[in-house]
């Protein structure tokens, strides 16, 4: 059962210890605050990044070119069966009028359509899919489908797009990880020199029978408490820089392919909370336990 | 109460700190262990309180094999045996009183013990009245006194004192031993390892003399050299 007063006890421990160490406690927050901002700044940018390229890939369509002969009943059979297939998000039928009416709005001024007498555009249905990545097997699917003439889905260009997705989300994975395993590192060995500077009074603890949690869990609190301060002050930081920053970058560099404003923000400060908890808490746990002695 | 059987200990460096050491130390007693430096004495007082394990024989404290005792169980041991150092070792960022009260808190003491017992330590070793300093702001003599409460504070059994009078003046040395009789009046078991003569022919109470981690010689109300006096 949980012994309040025990936990009293620690949390008491806790802050004498930051009261009176201050310009320990101070460092340790201040590393912590400065290894979040740094990776703030990546997770966000990356953020954008995934952002911007979803809305890129996300605009490929493939549209089918119907023949002319194909009857209505036939169309609505081919509709509603795309409709149905679970990888197509919507499907939006064009008939070769609406189509011309379409051509005739964007060339007005430009060029003179009424000189042609028939109307050589096809029925089209648009397919948007779910996932972009489906386009080109549901294409050559499409194709093969009766009174289909063509389909169009910018076969080469989507591939590379896809492509390009792939490596740049794989790249940016691989940024964060290894940011992650440093930012983690420079935390972990500024609360392990802080413990350090501690382990005469482990040792004294132990001497006068505190067991082995008793050293342990006001350290393990101050590191929860430590992680979180700090990554609390990189955050507000990063807020600062954020609400400055990204309306002037997106008056004065709009040609830059980030989409700053449909980042979740308020999930990635509750991501760098989380590391800086975690961080703080295992860091503190394996120092101390370096110093504990069991003889 | 604290029985020593062929007690060996070789550091993993190959020192031997101790030879074959057999003693038997009944409850009450109050023995000084004698020597000059390197022969011993802390070593043996760190065996009592597990802070090493023999190498060879075994240790008993109040019928209790400290070689049966596992890693979860030193702490309870050690809240039976006080320890008190040459150095003091004294939480420096804590005041006299949360130097005391740790001793108290760490066994899981509620508030209103720790209210009622740190002050009645501090009042016995007579430091009460530097209860908020920090060990810095004290002397010699009386940071060994708030290091002498912290040990008192749980009510020990037995009281370790290595060199306890090693950094203090004779006067203040002769105060603290003064103290340390009192306490052992009172009924604990006092082992003080010592090279401080003037205090040990002073007071004539059990000598133990370690030579090369071995007993040469085991006296009561003996002095610190032979054939004196």
């Given at each position: 059962?949980?012994?309040?007063?025990k936990?009293a006890?620690?949390?008491?421990?806790?802050?004498?210890n930051?009261?009176?160490?201050?310009?320990?406690?101070?460092?340790?927050i201040?590393?912590?605050?400065i290894?979040?901002?740094?990776?703030?700044?990546?997770?966000f940018?990356?953020?954008?990044?995934?952002?911007?390229?979803?809305s890129?890939?996300?605009?490929?369509?493939?549209?089918a070119y119907?023949?002319?002969?194909l009857k209505?009943?036939?169309?609505?059979?081919l509709t509603?069966?795309?409709?149905a297939?679970?990888?197509v998000d919507?499907?939006?039928?064009?008939?070769?009028?609406?189509a011309?009416m379409?051509?005739?709005?964007?060339?007005?001024?430009?060029m003179?359509?009424n000189?042609?007498?028939?109307?050589p555009?096809?029925n089209?249905?648009?397919?948007h899919?779910?996932?972009?990545a489906n386009?080109p097997?549901?294409a050559?699917?499409i194709?093969?489908?009766?009174?289909?003439?063509?389909?169009n889905y910018g076969?080469?260009v989507?591939?590379?797009l896809?492509?390009?997705?792939?490596?740049?989300?794989?790249?940016?994975?691989?940024?964060?990880?290894m940011?992650?395993?440093?930012?983690?590192l420079?935390?972990?060995?500024?609360?392990?020199?802080?413990?350090?500077?501690?382990?005469?009074?482990?040792r004294i603890?132990q001497?006068?029978?505190?067991t082995?949690w008793?050293?342990?869990?006001?350290?393990?609190?101050?590191?929860?408490?430590?992680?979180a301060?700090g990554?609390l002050?990189g955050i507000?930081?990063?807020?600062?820089a954020?609400?400055?920053?990204?309306?002037?970058?997106a008056?004065?560099v709009p040609?830059v392919?980030f989409?700053?404003?449909?980042?979740?923000?308020q999930?990635?400060?509750?991501?760098l909370?989380?590391v800086g908890?975690?961080v703080?808490?295992?860091?503190s746990?394996l120092?101390v336990?370096?110093?504990?002695?069991?003889a | 109460?604290?029985?020593?059987?062929d007690v060996s200990?070789?550091?993993?460096?190959?020192?031997h700190a101790?030879?074959d050491?057999?003693?038997s130390?009944?409850?009450?007693?109050?023995?000084?262990?004698?020597g000059s430096?390197?022969?011993?004495?802390t070593?043996?007082?760190?065996?009592?309180?597990r802070?090493?394990?023999?190498?060879?024989?075994e240790?008993?404290?109040?019928g209790?094999s400290?070689a049966?005792?596992?890693a979860?169980?030193i702490?309870?041991?050690?809240?039976k045996?006080?320890v008190v150092f040459?150095d003091f070792?004294?939480?420096h960022?804590?005041?006299?009183w949360?130097?005391?009260?740790?001793?108290?808190?760490?066994?899981?003491?509620?508030?209103r013990d720790?209210l009622r017992?740190?002050?009645?330590?501090?009042?016995?070793?007579g430091?009460a009245?530097?209860?908020?300093?920090?060990p810095?702001?004290?002397?010699?003599g009386e940071?060994?006194?708030?290091?002498i409460?912290?040990?008192?504070?749980?009510?020990?059994?037995?009281?370790?004192?290595?060199e306890?009078?090693g950094?203090?003046?004779?006067?203040t040395s002769s105060?603290?031993?003064a103290?340390?009789?009192r306490?052992?009046?009172?009924?604990?078991?006092m082992?003080?390892?010592?090279?401080?003569?003037?205090v040990?022919?002073?007071?004539?109470?059990?000598v133990v003399?370690?030579?090369?981690?071995?007993?040469t010689?085991?006296?009561?109300?003996?002095?610190y050299?032979?054939?004196?006096?």
């Open positions: 059962m949980l012994d309040w007063g936990v006890f620690f949390w008491a421990e806790v802050a004498q930051f009261t009176r160490n201050v310009a320990m406690a101070l460092t340790a201040g590393t912590i605050a290894s979040i901002v740094l990776l703030g700044v990546f997770l940018l990356r953020a954008s990044f995934d952002t911007v390229m979803k890129v890939v996300g605009q490929v369509v493939i549209a119907l023949r002319d002969d209505q009943p036939a169309i609505h059979h509603a069966m795309l409709q297939d679970p990888r919507s499907v939006r039928f064009v008939s070769k009028k609406r011309m379409n051509l005739r709005q964007r060339l007005r001024g430009q003179n359509l000189v042609i007498n028939t109307n555009l096809p089209t249905i648009v397919v899919p779910v996932d972009p386009v097997p549901l050559a699917e194709k093969r489908q009766p009174g289909v003439d063509i389909v076969s080469g989507t591939e590379k896809l492509r390009a997705e792939a490596v740049f989300s794989a790249v940016g994975l691989s940024i964060i990880v940011l992650l395993i440093a930012t983690s420079i935390m972990y060995n500024t609360i392990r020199l802080t413990v350090f500077a501690r382990q005469r009074e482990i603890m001497l006068v029978g505190a082995r008793t050293v342990r869990w006001p350290f393990v609190f101050e590191g929860v408490l430590t992680g301060i990554a002050i507000a930081a990063l807020f600062a954020y609400r400055s920053l990204v309306p002037k970058l008056v004065n040609f392919p989409s700053m404003s449909s980042v979740p923000v999930h990635l400060a509750l991501e909370v989380v908890i975690l703080g808490m295992l860091s746990m120092s336990s370096r110093y504990l002695q069991t | 109460m604290i029985v020593f059987r200990l070789v550091y993993p460096n190959g020192v101790l030879s050491v057999s003693l130390i009944t409850r009450g007693d109050f023995m000084f262990l004698v430096t390197g022969q011993g004495k070593s043996l007082l760190k065996c009592i309180n802070e090493v394990r023999p190498t060879e024989g240790i008993t404290v109040e209790q400290l049966e005792l596992r979860g169980d702490p309870f041991l050690r809240r045996v006080g040459q070792k004294l939480l960022q804590k005041t006299v949360e130097n005391v009260a740790y001793a108290l808190q760490v066994t899981g003491a509620g508030s720790v017992r740190v002050p009645r330590t501090l009042e016995l070793v430091i009245h530097k209860s908020k300093m920090f810095q702001e004290l002397s010699g940071q060994q006194r708030a290091a409460a912290r040990a008192l504070v749980n009510h020990p059994l037995i009281l370790l004192c290595d306890p009078t950094n203090l003046d004779p006067e105060e603290i031993m103290l340390l009789a306490i052992n009046a009172k009924g604990t078991t082992l003080v390892a010592t090279h401080n003569q003037a040990v022919d002073r007071m004539r109470k059990r003399r370690l030579v090369n981690g071995r007993i010689r085991d006296e009561e109300r003996g002095r050299h032979v054939g004196l006096g």
